[in-house]
């Protein structure tokens, strides 16, 4: 597996990792939006994928923000490869080329009741990469419950 910046090729990529999520952000494939979206963050050089030869893209990751927030705006990680490091890997990848710190960086993911906060295993997942629960935060698209989770950064190069 390697992560690297998204080249417009991989939006189907994107758009085949959006169709396993809609269940729990609402829909994504068929919105124009989302399409300009994925478009904007790979031109801007702010989008991640994780790729391998022989399965194609593993995950994907939409990063946006600057000095002193910062913002994952999409992370998704394909059903086959969860639970495999790719998403830690999206996410050390998105910290060292787009987070020079010191500030944060926030998530917005599924509120505590939300069925996709256990399945999908995201609050957990941020939790384990330092994340920590704060403000809730508007509902999805679906109607399902959301809340920021924000993590603290140094300035690059200090302990």
Same mark, same amino acid.
């Given at each position: 597996?390697?992560i690297?910046?998204?080249?417009?090729?991989?939006?189907?990529?994107?758009l085949?990792?959006?169709?396993?999520?809609?269940?729990?952000f609402g829909?994504?494939?068929?919105?124009?939006g989302?399409?300009r979206?994925?478009?904007?963050?790979?031109?801007?050089?702010?989008?991640?994928v994780?790729?391998?030869?022989?399965?194609?893209?593993?995950?994907?990751?939409l990063?946006?923000g600057?000095?002193?927030?910062?913002?994952v705006?999409?992370?998704?990680?394909?059903?086959e490869?969860?639970?495999?490091?790719?998403?830690?890997a999206?996410?050390?990848?998105?910290?060292s080329?787009?987070?020079p710190?010191?500030?944060?960086i926030?998530?917005? &993911?599924f509120?505590?009741?939300?069925?996709?906060?256990v399945? %999908? *295993?995201? +609050?957990?997942? /941020?939790? =384990?990469l330092g994340f &920590?629960?704060?403000?809730?935060?508007?509902?999805?698209p679906? %109607? *399902?419950? +959301?809340q920021v /989770?924000r =993590?603290?950064?140094?300035?690059?190069?200090t302990?």
């Amino acid at each position: 597996m390697i992560i690297r910046l998204a080249e417009r090729p991989d939006l189907d990529g994107f758009l085949a990792l959006a169709a396993q999520v809609e269940e729990w952000f609402g829909p994504m494939v068929e919105e124009p939006g989302f399409h300009r979206a994925v478009e904007e963050h790979i031109r801007d050089a702010r989008a991640l994928v994780a790729a391998s030869p022989d399965e194609g893209i593993l995950g994907g990751l939409l990063f946006g923000g600057h000095e002193p927030t910062y913002h994952v705006h999409w992370l998704v990680v394909s059903e086959e490869a969860r639970g495999t490091g790719v998403g830690r890997a999206l996410m050390d990848e998105a910290m060292s080329r787009f987070v020079p710190g010191p500030g944060s960086i926030e998530v917005i &993911t599924f509120g505590a009741d939300h069925p996709g906060a256990v399945s %999908g *295993g995201a +609050r957990v997942f /941020y939790e =384990r990469l330092g994340f &920590t629960p704060a403000e809730e935060a508007e509902p999805g698209p679906e %109607g *399902g419950s +959301r809340q920021v /989770y924000r =993590r603290q950064v140094r300035a690059a190069g200090t302990s």
